[in-house]
């Protein structure tokens, strides 16, 4: 028919359009070349044995992976022989910051994130047609993958239907977001979705999602990037990926080559065995520390050494998890043939786990510990003995904050009486012993300072990894036999990364024992770990508000910043599953597991913690008996299928999404109202105020939190104007698609504290020109209307936490044109210029404090039209006199570019629209 040649004739241009390109763009080094014959089929890959097979033995594993990347994408354009150069003499390059070219095998998104890269996606196909170009050049040019999992909450617990009734209100509750984000997927190419109740991102890429070794054309190691900071995870697969903004992700996503600075390696060495009653949370904490310690923001850490053979892929994952808790970009393990087994563990294609290992091996990316393997360099090195790791937990603010589980009493009460900061409330003697009575369900129980409020086994770094996850079920069951119980006011929950925990829960029969204690399955997500922990009984909350104790949450999380779990839990400790179970059953942080008993038995006999623990060979004996790759074919089976209540969700057609003014969830994002074809001038900041002056360790979840709304907050007005409930408010995250509500909720956490009001705590700062105390919104509102820039005036590691780009749209969006910080978490550093915000760094042992700056200043920075220099060196004035240089935190030429352009976005949108 006429339609068919049609359609044959596109096809057969499109090939002559590849083939013409190709020739254009012929890569230099294609003599590298080389073929792979597994199981009778033929794979091309570009050999890095062949590149220079003496020089890549030397380097680290993880750097061997950017080096493919360079060779198979060399054009002389967007990466040249000059680029791979530098990455081959990666030892001297390392140290100069050198910048490289690096292109991701795919991009991973979560819905928070997801959803507002989508909204931008849309916004662009929308300013393309507006500049005259094609709205369809907007598309994902390589595999995008998103998993719903951030939406769903606590909303019941302790029931056992608590997973279905919860389910059904992210359902209701979400609608128009996913009805959204399904028009995404049926629009865009390259774009899967998996629905809400499948499991965590993170968790799904690990045991579902992760390639390894993609093979089309040409094979080529699997690498990622993804708009959650916990991306990492699936290093220990093996698997190169870490965090990055929404808005690097989206230029990703694009077809855009990324840059990066060429990164340090630290090798990581490993030897022995854990301890029995040692798990592989205990292990992270540890690692977290360590590393914290040796301040490895920006770098790659790499695990090597006899110890590693002794750590399940499981364990290994938890450890790769917390990457952004120690600071580093990623922390790999190389594939080894423990990985294969974990690959057929999860159900992974035998023929695929083939090509993967006899790839690896040709491409001297296979580890095989042998004696005579050669080790890679790195540019310093770490040791831990595993044997030498404690059974500990984290907090009470922060994750690197490691405290043996032996010493957590006394540690808990130096808190308590310790100065505020991160290891003090700063109580008085008489707040200490301070108590509260709580009557609840006709029983009469004391509050204290230390008593837990929640415990909630959560996370993907520990909800993956069936050996804890065993053991919280065996510390469940051991109680039940000797008749403790878990006081019925603290919201427990459990709330898996995957359906395969409750299958081998089930099959098991510890989940008996779970729902028993109140761990009933409350859904498949995030949920507690990322704020979405629901309201605590209301008879809790109304004693709590009333006493202000400093009571506590236990999670087997990896965040645990102030305001994030919960806004009343003012402690919040990170534990192993098990020790989530054991401090709900002793209601309280302030124990001494080993002098105290956690219970008592029906005849008043005391329990102790080891009475109940169960050993390493009774967790063992459990895992292998049950866990098998028939459950993950069942669990993941169903995920191509889709949820019933997915499916039946009908959605808009058509390419352009057609936006509804009335929508308080998804909303035209402004970003690109004004943008013309060529870009503009960037002016010179002239007497801005500062918006907000803070101290060290402000994190994303301060600048702009995921959770609660707060009813008396500017986001919360501008939902009540429009006809809002207040309990159809959602979170922020949910909200993250409409920009009304995330620049009101930007620096709207209630413990954020704020210099310019004397560290008082909460959504407030000072209106400097009236010297007014009002929301960060209602200042930012008065500076804009006047015309009047803003600055932020910040710590050490300004912007650490989640790879949250909102944390730079919000004060983009509030008129804040530049930070002036004393030192950047890495992903946040990047977003700022993302959005045309520019980061200065005062000179080293300078600061707000020894300049003697109070905020209340007024700023001018010379920009010389947006024409700066790498790390250039700029004068900041002020009007009382004071005079500085502070450092421009551009660290790359492409980074220059996408702040010129006024963030990387309109950068992509310009670039797109002259690409023919």
Same mark, same amino acid.
């Given at each position: 028919?006429?339609?068919?040649?049609?359609?044959?004739?596109?096809?057969?241009?499109? +090939?002559?359009?590849?083939? #013409?390109?190709?020739?254009?763009?012929?890569?230099?080094?294609?003599?590298?070349?080389?073929?792979?014959?597994?199981?009778?089929?033929?794979?091309?890959?570009?050999?890095?044995?062949?590149?220079?097979?003496?020089?890549?033995?030397? !380097?680290?594993?993880?750097?061997?992976?950017?080096?493919?990347?360079?060779?198979?994408?060399?054009?002389?354009?967007?990466?040249?022989?000059?680029?791979?150069?530098?990455?081959?003499?990666?030892?001297?390059?390392?140290?100069?910051?050198? @910048?490289?070219?690096?292109?991701?095998?795919? #991009? !991973?998104?979560?819905?928070?994130?997801?959803?507002?890269?989508?909204?931008?996606?849309?916004?662009?196909?929308?300013?393309?047609?507006?500049?005259?170009?094609?709205?369809?050049?907007?598309?994902?040019?390589?595999?995008?993958?998103?998993? &719903?999992?951030?939406?769903?909450?606590?909303?019941?617990?302790?029931?056992?239907?608590?997973?279905?009734? $919860?389910?059904?209100?992210?359902?209701?509750?979400?609608?128009?977001?996913?009805?959204?984000?399904?028009?995404?997927?049926?629009?865009?190419?390259?774009?899967?979705?998996?629905?809400?109740?499948?499991?965590?991102?993170?968790?799904?890429?690990?045991?579902?999602?992760?390639?390894?070794?993609?093979?089309?054309?040409?094979?080529?190691?699997?690498?990622?990037?993804?708009?959650?900071?916990?991306?990492?995870?699936?290093?220990?697969?093996?698997?190169?990926?870490?965090?990055?903004?929404?808005?690097?992700?989206?230029?990703?996503?694009?077809?855009?080559?990324?840059?990066?600075?060429?990164?340090?390696?630290?090798?990581?060495?490993?030897?022995?065995?854990?301890?029995?009653?040692?798990?592989?949370?205990?292990?992270?904490?540890?690692?977290?520390?360590?590393?914290?310690?040796?301040?490895?923001?920006?770098?790659?850490?790499?695990?090597?050494?006899?110890?590693?053979?002794?750590?399940?892929?499981?364990?290994?994952?938890?450890?790769?998890?917390?990457?952004?808790?120690?600071?580093?970009?990623?922390?790999?393990?190389?594939?080894?043939?423990?990985?294969?087994?974990?690959?057929?563990?999860?159900?992974?294609?035998?023929?695929?786990?083939?090509?993967?290992?006899?790839?690896?091996?040709?491409?001297?990316?296979?580890?095989?510990?042998?004696?005579?393997?050669?080790?890679?360099?790195?540019?310093?090195?770490?040791?831990?003995?595993?044997?030498?790791?404690?059974?500990?937990?984290?907090?009470?603010?922060?994750?690197?904050?490691?405290?043996?589980?032996?010493?957590?009493?006394?540690?808990?009460?130096?808190?308590?009486?310790?100065?505020?900061?991160?290891?003090?409330?700063?109580?008085?003697?008489?707040?200490?012993?301070?108590?509260?009575?709580?009557?609840?369900?006709?029983?009469?129980?004391?509050?204290?300072?230390?008593?837990?409020? &929640?415990?909630?086994?959560?996370?993907?770094?520990?909800?993956?990894?069936?050996?804890?996850?065993?053991?919280?079920?065996?510390?469940?069951?051991?109680?039940?036999?000797?008749?403790?119980?878990?006081?019925?006011?603290?919201?427990?929950?459990?709330?898996?990364?995957?359906?395969?925990?409750?299958?081998?829960?089930?099959?098991?029969?510890?989940?008996?024992?779970?729902?028993?204690?109140?761990?009933?399955?409350?859904?498949?997500?995030?949920?507690?770990?990322?704020?979405?922990?629901?309201?605590?009984?209301?008879?809790?909350?109304?004693?709590?508000?009333?006493?202000?104790?400093?009571?506590?949450?236990?999670?087997?999380?990896?965040?645990?910043?102030?305001?994030?779990?919960?806004?009343?839990?003012?402690?919040?400790?990170?534990?192993?599953?098990?020790?989530?179970?054991?401090? /709900?059953?002793?209601?309280?942080?302030?124990?001494?597991? @080993?002098?105290?008993?956690?219970?008592?038995?029906?005849?008043?006999?005391? &329990?102790?913690?080891?009475?109940?623990?169960?050993?390493?060979?009774?967790?063992?004996?459990?895992?292998?008996?049950?866990?098998?790759?028939?459950?993950?074919?069942?669990?993941?089976?169903?995920?191509?299928?889709?949820?019933?209540?997915?499916?039946?969700?009908?959605?808009?057609?058509?390419?352009?999404?057609?936006?509804?003014?009335?929508?308080?969830?998804?909303?035209?994002?402004?970003?690109?109202?004004?943008?013309?074809?060529?870009?503009? *001038?960037?002016?010179?900041?002239?007497? *801005?105020?500062?918006?907000?002056?803070?101290?060290?360790?402000?994190?994303?979840?301060?600048?702009?939190?995921?959770? +609660?709304?707060?009813?008396?907050?500017?986001?919360?007005?501008?939902?009540?104007?429009?006809?809002?409930?207040?309990?159809?408010?959602?979170?922020?995250?949910?909200?993250?698609?409409?920009?009304?509500?995330?620049?009101?909720?930007?620096?709207?956490?209630?413990?954020?504290?704020?210099?310019?009001?004397?560290?008082?705590?909460?959504?407030?700062?000072?209106?400097?020109?009236?010297?007014?105390?009002?929301?960060?919104?209602?200042?930012?509102?008065?500076?804009?209307?006047? $015309?009047?820039?803003?600055?932020?005036?910040?710590?050490?590691?300004?912007?650490?936490?989640?790879?949250?780009?909102?944390? /730079?749209?919000?004060?983009?969006?509030?008129?804040?044109? /530049?930070?002036?910080?004393?030192?950047?978490?890495?992903?946040?550093?990047?977003?700022?210029?993302?959005?045309?915000?520019?980061?200065?760094?005062?000179?080293?042992?300078?600061?707000?404090?020894?300049?003697?700056?109070?905020?209340?200043?007024?700023?001018?920075?010379?920009?010389?039209?947006?024409?700066?220099?790498?790390?250039?060196?700029?004068?900041?004035?002020?009007?009382?006199?004071?005079?500085?240089?502070?450092?421009?935190?551009?660290?790359?030429?492409?980074?220059?570019?996408?702040?010129?352009?006024?963030?990387?976005?309109?950068?992509?949108?310009?670039?797109?629209?002259?690409?023919?």
């Amino acid at each position: 028919t006429q339609s068919t040649w049609g359609i044959f004739i596109i096809k057969l241009l499109k +090939k002559i359009v590849i083939i #013409v390109l190709m020739e254009v763009k012929q890569n230099p080094f294609a003599h590298t070349l080389k073929t792979l014959n597994v199981d009778g089929k033929e794979h091309r890959y570009y050999s890095l044995t062949d590149l220079d097979a003496e020089r890549v033995a030397r !380097l680290p594993y993880s750097i061997r992976v950017l080096l493919e990347s360079a060779l198979r994408n060399c054009d002389e354009f967007n990466v040249t022989k000059q680029d791979v150069e530098k990455i081959l003499d990666w030892k001297t390059n390392s140290l100069k910051q050198i @910048e490289i070219p690096f292109k991701p095998a795919r #991009v !991973l998104l979560q819905d928070f994130t997801g959803v507002p890269c989508v909204v931008d996606l849309a916004g662009m196909r929308d300013a393309m047609k507006t500049l005259g170009g094609d709205p369809n050049k907007i598309n994902p040019q390589c595999p995008v993958d998103l998993v &719903i999992d951030h939406s769903v909450q606590v909303d019941f617990s302790r029931v056992k239907d608590a997973r279905e009734r $919860n389910e059904q209100i992210e359902f209701e509750r979400n609608y128009e977001r996913f009805q959204f984000l399904k028009w995404g997927q049926k629009t865009f190419d390259n774009f899967l979705i998996v629905p809400p109740g499948s499991g965590i991102v993170h968790q799904v890429n690990l045991e579902f999602l992760a390639r390894v070794v993609f093979d089309g054309e040409i094979a080529y190691p699997d690498s990622v990037v993804g708009t959650d900071s916990h991306t990492p995870m699936v290093n220990g697969l093996g698997v190169v990926g870490w965090g990055v903004g929404g808005i690097e992700a989206e230029s990703a996503m694009l077809g855009q080559v990324m840059s990066m600075v060429l990164p340090e390696v630290v090798g990581f060495r490993l030897t022995g065995e854990l301890q029995s009653t040692v798990t592989a949370t205990d292990l992270v904490l540890t690692v977290t520390q360590i590393l914290r310690n040796k301040k490895v923001v920006g770098k790659f850490v790499e695990f090597f050494g006899p110890g590693v053979q002794n750590l399940t892929i499981s364990d290994r994952a938890t450890v790769s998890n917390m990457t952004p808790e120690y600071g580093a970009t990623i922390g790999f393990f190389p594939v080894d043939k423990i990985t294969l087994e974990y690959l057929q563990t999860t159900n992974r294609d035998p023929a695929r786990i083939r090509l993967i290992e006899q790839y690896l091996r040709a491409q001297n990316l296979f580890r095989t510990y042998a004696n005579d393997e050669q080790e890679p360099e790195f540019t310093t090195l770490v040791e831990l003995d595993l044997s030498t790791v404690v059974p500990c937990v984290a907090g009470p603010k922060r994750p690197q904050d490691r405290v043996p589980l032996t010493q957590m009493k006394e540690d808990w009460q130096s808190c308590i009486h310790n100065p505020v900061g991160f290891k003090g409330y700063g109580l008085t003697e008489e707040q200490r012993t301070k108590s509260a009575i709580l009557n609840y369900q006709g029983h009469q129980y004391t509050l204290r300072q230390g008593s837990v409020v &929640i415990a909630a086994i959560t996370s993907c770094t520990n909800t993956s990894n069936p050996s804890v996850m065993i053991a919280a079920g065996l510390v469940c069951k051991n109680a039940i036999s000797k008749g403790l119980n878990v006081a019925p006011y603290i919201k427990t929950s459990l709330s898996p990364g995957s359906g395969v925990v409750t299958q081998y829960f089930a099959e098991s029969g510890l989940q008996q024992y779970c729902d028993e204690l109140g761990f009933s399955v409350a859904g498949f997500g995030c949920m507690t770990c990322i704020g979405n922990s629901g309201d605590l009984y209301e008879e809790v909350t109304e004693v709590l508000t009333k006493e202000d104790l400093v009571v506590s949450a236990v999670l087997s999380g990896n965040r645990n910043f102030e305001g994030r779990v919960h806004p009343l839990t003012r402690a919040n400790y990170l534990a192993s599953p098990p020790l989530v179970v054991a401090y /709900a059953l002793a209601g309280t942080v302030d124990i001494d597991f @080993e002098k105290e008993p956690i219970g008592r038995d029906a005849t008043g006999n005391e &329990i102790f913690l080891k009475d109940i623990w169960p050993s390493r060979a009774e967790i063992n004996a459990v895992v292998n008996e049950i866990v098998n790759a028939k459950m993950y074919k069942e669990v993941y089976d169903k995920i191509a299928i889709g949820t019933e209540r997915w499916n039946k969700m009908e959605v808009p057609t058509g390419s352009l999404y057609e936006w509804s003014e009335a929508s308080t969830y998804i909303q035209d994002p402004p970003f690109f109202k004004n943008i013309q074809k060529q870009r503009a *001038a960037i002016p010179d900041i002239n007497n *801005a105020y500062c918006l907000g002056y803070f101290a060290d360790f402000i994190t994303t979840d301060h600048i702009s939190p995921a959770g +609660k709304i707060s009813k008396n907050s500017p986001a919360a007005k501008f939902l009540l104007d429009r006809g809002v409930d207040v309990r159809d408010f959602n979170s922020y995250g949910a909200r993250r698609g409409n920009f009304q509500i995330m620049a009101r909720g930007t620096f709207a956490n209630n413990r954020i504290k704020n210099i310019l009001l004397n560290n008082k705590e909460g959504p407030y700062t000072l209106h400097v020109p009236t010297n007014e105390e009002v929301f960060f919104f209602d200042a930012a509102s008065r500076y804009l209307e006047n $015309n009047q820039p803003t600055i932020i005036l910040a710590g050490r590691e300004y912007g650490s936490g989640s790879s949250r780009d909102w944390a /730079a749209k919000g004060p983009y969006l509030l008129g804040v044109k /530049a930070v002036i910080a004393e030192s950047y978490e890495r992903i946040h550093r990047s977003n700022l210029v993302g959005m045309g915000i520019l980061p200065l760094q005062y000179q080293e042992g300078e600061s707000a404090q020894t300049l003697g700056l109070t905020g209340k200043e007024q700023f001018s920075i010379s920009l010389n039209n947006g024409d700066l220099k790498v790390h250039q060196n700029l004068e900041v004035r002020t009007n009382t006199g004071i005079t500085f240089t502070a450092v421009v935190r551009i660290d790359t030429a492409v980074e220059l570019a996408y702040y010129q352009n006024g963030g990387i976005l309109n950068y992509v949108l310009r670039v797109l629209l002259e690409q023919k």
